[in-house]
Structure formats: C-alpha cells, structure tokens
C-alpha cells in the first residue's frame, strides 16, 4: 500500500516509522489561513485535511495522512514565532500556565476521509527571565508551534502534562494508528 505523509516536519517522519517504514513525504503547499468561521479548536483539523485533500488530488491511488499542530494559550494560536521578541512574548504567556495542543490529522484516498484531533494538556514552570533568555536565545523554539519543543531542551520549561506525549511533538501515533487500521 502506498502511504504518504503530506508533511516536511522532521519529528512527524521520524514518528511515522512507529507505525509504518512503508511510507514516502510529499510535504503540501497549502495557504494556510484558517477561516473566521472555523473555530480555534477545530483549525488543526481543518489545516491537516487541506493538506491531504492537496496531495490526494495528485495521487488518488495512495492513502494520504495530512497533520497539523497549533498550541492554544489563553484563546490564543501560538504559531511558530517570527522572531525573539515574538518568541519572548510566548515564553512569557506559557510561563506557569497549561495550555493545550492539538494536532489534527486526517487520512484520504480518494474521495474517502476520516479526520480528527487529539488534545494535551501542557503546563508550564513559572520561568525566570534567565531561563527565557536562555531558551529564545536558542535555535530551537523558532521551526516549533507555540516555540518550545518537549523533545528537546523545551522539556526543561514544562511541569507537565496531561494527555499523550506524542501528540505534543506533533503526531499523535497511537491514535493514528488505529484510525489508519479502521480506515484501510
């Protein structure tokens, strides 16, 4: 079977061979403005099926697996920052809070779909601003949504979570999993 993961990240490639070795990347070249009418908490999902829709029309024959992954703060989609003072201002608003993340994905073939979002819980340490310096200072937090990566020295910033681990480092597998042996 033809699967293709319709993603650039390195973390969601790296994950996918949990499930699969059986799979090739075609990362979509989407426009990647959620509408106003979609909610917040929908707008992963949204984002992950444009993005297996995009490369399904391209490849009808092969299952297509779209992600997405947006960190809500305080009603807020933290993307990945721009530059330091954006990532500073992140930092700052996650600082000794929980937020969620989600990440939504969605299988295509055809004209055949099944998408869904998996939530975390994740909180913060109250940061001091050497740890925050420190942090933005980094290469790290500026190709991550919300600027931190719980795979990597963003794990020093959190207290801890409530949900599934994978899901924060952008793909839920377990649940993709069972999702793809439903679907095929």
Known sequence: MNIILASSSPRRKELIKLITENYSVMPADVDETVPEDVPICKASAYLAELKAVSIAEKCPEAVVIGCDTTVICNGE???????????????????????????????????????????????????NDDETEKYIHSEEPYDKAGGYGIQGHGALLIEKINGDYFNVVGLPVSRLNCELKKFI
């Open 77 to 127: 989609i933290l993307g990945k920052p721009a530059d330091i003072e954006q990532c500073r201002r992140f930092m700052n608003m996650l600082s000794g809070t929980t937020h969620q993340v989600i990440t939504g994905c969605s299988i295509v073939k055809g004209l055949k779909k099944s998408t869904f979002s998996v939530s975390t819980d994740v909180t913060f340490r109250k940061l």
